[in-house]
């Protein structure tokens, strides 16, 4: 397979969400077409309700009706969604299908014949049976309770009200991006050959493209044991603590708009709680949507540190896609020279979870050597963000999504595409010669 020679990188406008078709332009003039995630938790409040089944359609006619391979980097309905088939078996799954990608590339964790306690792919013998395996169905537990969480949450808003940051808003939008997909992994599992990949393995997809392709993640438990657990704050890595001092200002002036004691149960028309009952009634329904919001929390992270990290490397140019990996799973990459090495090049790079404060560490935000602070400078480094704001996280706590100290270094070290600054149009074609 001869090389390309350019490469065309569609942004869609998912809302919160991701969907890229990267399209590889060959000397003869010929394309080849890959579709990195299709899925959105939360469309545009502007979007209309044919948004995906319009990107659908655009991916058919772009892509002349035939996909090379699809990439699904993790099961989170905001990566895959778009892949599911309406209860008629059409809509947008039945799209992407038709165009019969020649590869399915997911990670590891997907594999439908890993047992339950895999710490690495099984060996196969034979085809992959066309099911849902031991460690698939763990996952879909983990996505049941997910589900439980989230009628909780609509249900007994009495038990989340005196929390801050509305946290029954936000058990509803993890809880239900940690909701199970079956329709789309199912139609995943059919669409074509399928890869389940990790850390150092080779793909199919390099010779059909004719370029270099290295998975840096995830990897497997037996090859890095603390893709297991997050850590909730690593101040060298994560951007929360660079908060500017606007932002002290803004978010100082918003807390001095409480109320005294926001927490005050107050008195019902048809009773009331003794006085000395009233602070025990707050702090129970703070502990119990707290503890909500920490299970929910702790399924997207489990799910976020599954995400395939893609390399793409012609004799010029490197493209990473690292769907939402997040700190355990960049770290076991970060640690190896030779990875290093191929990080500093990198010309393009798809912003890590929608821009979330951990899933683009500064070790990695360092590496590469191509920033620059003079604005559309030749080679200067290019970066794309799918994202919705005010749906994932909190200002007050430094910890939204987009991460506004993450979002200024992108702005003022390369040439950022954000999805947010789409009007009218809902794609953005990002050009680069190979």
């Known amino acids: 397979m001869s090389a390309p020679t350019s490469v065309s990188i569609r942004t869609y406008q998912v809302g919160f969400g991701d969907c890229f078709l990267l399209s590889f332009v060959y000397p003869d003039a010929t394309e080849r077409h890959v579709l990195v995630d299709f899925g959105t938790t939360k469309l545009p409040d502007d979007a209309p309700k044919t948004r995906m089944a319009d990107i659908a359609e ?13 990439v699904a980097t993790h099961r989170h309905q905001d990566h895959i969604s778009g892949f599911a088939p309406d209860s008629k078996g059409k809509g947008t799954g039945s799209v992407i299908a038709e165009l019969k990608p020649d590869l399915v590339l997911q990670p ?117 044991a603390a893709v297991k657990k997050q850590r909730p704050k690593d101040p060298n890595e994560f951007w929360q603590l660079a908060a500017t001092a606007s932002q002290a200002i803004e978010i100082g002036e918003k807390r001095r708009a409480l109320p005294l004691f926001p927490g005050y149960v107050r008195p019902r028309a048809n009773g009331n709680f003794p006085i000395d009952a009233r602070w025990l009634i707050n702090r129970a329904r703070t502990v119990r949507g707290s503890q909500l919001l920490e299970l929910v929390r ?37 640690s190896q020279p030779a990875v290093m090495a191929k990080l500093a090049d990198v010309d393009l790079y798809k912003v890590g979870h929608h ?60 040439d950022l595409f ?10 953005h074609d990002t050009r680069l010669e190979l």
């Not at 954000?418 to 794609?427: A, I, N, P």
Request: aromatic share 6%.
């Open 418 to 427: 954000t999805t947010q600054s789409l009007r009218g149009d809902f794609w």
């Open 298 to 334: 702790n399924l997207d992270t489990a799910m976020n540190n599954t995400s395939l990290i893609l390399l793409f490397r012609s004799k010029t140019k490197s493209l990473l896609f690292p769907g939402d990996a997040q700190i355990e799973n960049w770290s076991f990459s970060l």
């Open 355 to 414: 821009g979330s404060l951990n899933a683009t560490p500064k070790t990695l935000w360092a590496q590469f050597k191509k920033k620059s602070e003079t604005p559309a400078s030749p080679g200067r480094l290019q970066t794309l963000m799918s994202t919705l704001e005010h749906k994932h996280g909190s200002v007050d706590k430094y910890t939204e999504v987009p991460r506004e100290t993450l979002v200024d270094a992108l702005k003022k070290n390369s």
């Open 108 to 224: 590891w964790t997907e594999d439908p014949d890993a047992p339950v306690d895999a710490i690495q792919p099984p060996v196969h013998t034979g085809d992959t049976a066309k099911q849902l395996g031991n460690h698939a169905r763990a996952l879909a537990a983990m996505q049941i309770a997910s589900a439980q969480f989230v009628t909780e949450a609509r249900r007994n808003n009495q038990y989340l009200s005196s929390i801050e940051g509305k946290p029954k808003e936000q058990i509803a939008f993890i809880g239900e991006n940690n909701i199970a997909n079956p329709g789309a992994v199912r139609n995943l599992m059919g669409m074509g050959k399928n890869e389940y990949l990790f850390s150092g393995q080779s793909t199919a997809l390099a010779e059909a493209l004719g370029l270099e392709i290295d998975v840096l993640g995830p990897p497997t438990v037996a090859q890095h």
């Open 58 to 70: 655009d991916i058919r006619t772009r892509s002349g009706g035939k996909l090379t391979a699809v």
